[in-house]
């Protein structure tokens, strides 16, 4: 790539410095573009990196070969980064395909390697030192091990802050939080200005569970990461009430924290704690000899593929809604019962760009909007709205949140749902709850007793639209009949005209009709 017209057209005029790192292969290189100057190569720059980014191999292919859009890809937590951001979207323009497939060519290779076939390999600057076959690389374990005892630490002397103690006043929130690399599993519990903290599950139901990698914790804990952004990009998953989540965010853990390091050494690098525990749990064979690049085929990332239950019609729906605009880019969500199993739920995750969602990255939640089994996402922050309309609604399969635009204004113009149509009729009331807390159990109770035992379509006021239906078609034809029928309804008002109604015979039997259909 040094020596390409096109790239090195790119660099003209320009000073970035990219580090990459791949993650699975623990791989770092970087690309330097300085004024029509093109350097790249493996490991660190030889000057500070502007821009690092870590991703997938896959990801890293996509983005190369313009099959995954790179802005979309940080958004939906497909890949981290941290630098200048300017910098980072420029990107974007240079194109990387013509070089990367000329390399594909002399090797042999027909594209990227699928995320689930690729072995982890020590880093290459530490080949030299790879462990025996089957076992982790000591190093790592070591630096697993340390971070391990340095939270044991952190935890007591954050029982100890003034603080802490301080936070604690008035409040009544446990959080629990695992590590993903080291499986630790810690507590803190703030009640009425008392503060406890401990290893293991806490003796009280936890308000709030939090999942996350080693280096997010450091990063929220030092201030570097705030927990809003964490969970918006993937780098941490939760469950429980969102309103005492985000209130960690006003709780200084950095004085223990750095305690603890002054006292047990500072960690290192914990992005690597990661690559290893992949060594260790695939026993890899780690080789003494340099990286030679492999020859063996292997196969373009494969686009957007169906899972087969469905979860694959709750991203059709979603796609549908979204290019509507009825669900905006982080906005409105949409669950189902899982087939066969009335008491648990498929719910999109929160905080993720929807038009970039997969199958499989829906979040499997049980009728109290806990988390079931593992995920890697926060379920919707309306999860509450959804589980309580299924706990008092057997007959309901699937619920729809979106962010109509016209539904939306009828609720805060105060303007009535009127039956101006026969699809209009069937829906029969759509009642308009006023505003309540988004993400609180206060919001899911209000909702599911605004619907009612036959109702379909509920106005949450200066928030959205919330349908619910006999399957996710239903309630997904229901949410554009009441957006619709609102557009039309708005219209009138504007042109200072009373909208004509259904005779109310036609209304009560249309209604009557449209219970039975929902």
């Known amino acids: ?142 630096q697993g091990a340390r971070y391990t005892a340095l939270i044991e630490k952190f935890i007591v002397y954050l029982e100890k802050e003034p603080e802490s103690a301080e936070f604690a006043k008035g409040k009544n929130v446990t959080f629990l939080f695992t590590l993903k690399e080291t499986n630790q599993i810690f507590y803190f519990s703030f009640i009425d200005g008392v503060v406890k903290t401990g290893l293991g599950e806490p003796s009280n139901a ?37 309103t005492k989540a985000l209130a960690i965010q006003k709780l200084n853990m950095n004085n223990a924290y750095q305690k603890a390091i002054a006292e047990l050494g500072d960690p290192g690098d914990l992005s690597m704690i990661s690559a290893s525990s992949s060594v260790s749990a695939t026993k890899t064979t780690a080789s003494a000899s340099p990286v030679q690049p492999s020859a063996a085929p292997i196969s373009v990332p494969a686009q957007v593929s169906k899972i087969g239950d469905i979860r694959d019609e709750i991203l059709e729906v979603l796609n549908e809604l979204f290019l509507k605009g009825l669900i905006t880019a982080t906005g409105g969500n949409i669950s189902t019962r899982v087939e066969g199993k009335p008491n648990e739920v498929w719910i999109t995750p929160s905080g993720i760009f929807k038009g970039d969602l997969r199958p499989e990255m829906m979040v499997h939640i049980d ?129 200072n005209t009373e909208p004509i109604v259904l005779p109310e015979e036609a209304v009560k039997s249309l209604g009557e009709m449209g219970s039975m259909l929902a």
Do not use: W
């Not at 070969?65 to 951001?85: W, Y």
């Not at 999942?211 to 990063?219: A, E, Q, R, T, V």
């Not at 308009?432 to 605004?450: C, D, H, N, R």
């Open 367 to 495: 009728l109290d909007g806990g988390i079931i089994g593992e995920s890697e996402y926060s379920a919707s922050s309306e999860r509450n709205v959804h589980c309580a309309i299924y706990r008092q609604r057997p007959d309901v399969q699937a619920v729809i949140h979106t962010h109509a635009p016209f539904a939306t204004l009828m609720g805060i113009s105060s303007t009535k749902f009127q039956p101006i149509s026969t699809e209009a009729a069937y829906l029969g009331d759509v009642p308009v709850v006023p505003f309540i807390m988004p993400g609180t159990q206060e919001l899911g109770s209000e909702v599911a007793k605004a619907i009612g035992q036959k109702g379909i379509a509920v106005v949450m006021q200066n928030h959205g639209l919330v349908v619910c239906g006999t399957t996710l078609r239903r309630a997904a034809d229901m949410t554009e009949v009441v957006e619709q029928s609102a557009e039309k309804i708005i219209y009138c008002r504007m042109m």
């Open 1 to 142: 790539m040094e020596s390409d017209a096109g790239i090195v057209d790119f660099s003209k005029g320009k000073a970035i410095t990219y580090q990459f790192t791949i993650k699975e292969l623990a791989n770092t290189f970087y690309m330097s573009f300085n004024n029509g100057t093109v350097k790249a190569g493996f490991g660190e720059p030889p000057v500070t990196a502007d821009v690092k980014l870590k991703m997938s191999s896959e990801v890293l292919v996509g983005i190369i070969t313009n099959t995954i859009n790179a802005t979309k890809a940080a958004m939906s937590g497909k890949l981290s980064f941290n630098g200048d951001t300017a910098k980072a979207l420029t990107l974007q323009k240079l194109n990387l395909n013509d070089v990367y497939q000329q390399a594909c060519s002399e090797l042999g290779v027909t594209g990227a390697p699928p995320s689930n076939t690729i072995t982890p390999a020590a880093p290459i600057n530490n080949l030299a030192n790879s462990a025996a076959p089957g076992t982790a690389s000591p190093a790592v374990s070591d």
């Open 206 to 242: 936890p308000d709030i569970k939090i999942k996350m990698p080693c280096l997010s914790f450091d990063n929220i804990v030092t201030g570097k990461l705030g927990v809003t952004k964490a969970a918006m990009s993937g780098k941490l998953s939760y469950s429980g009430d969102t």
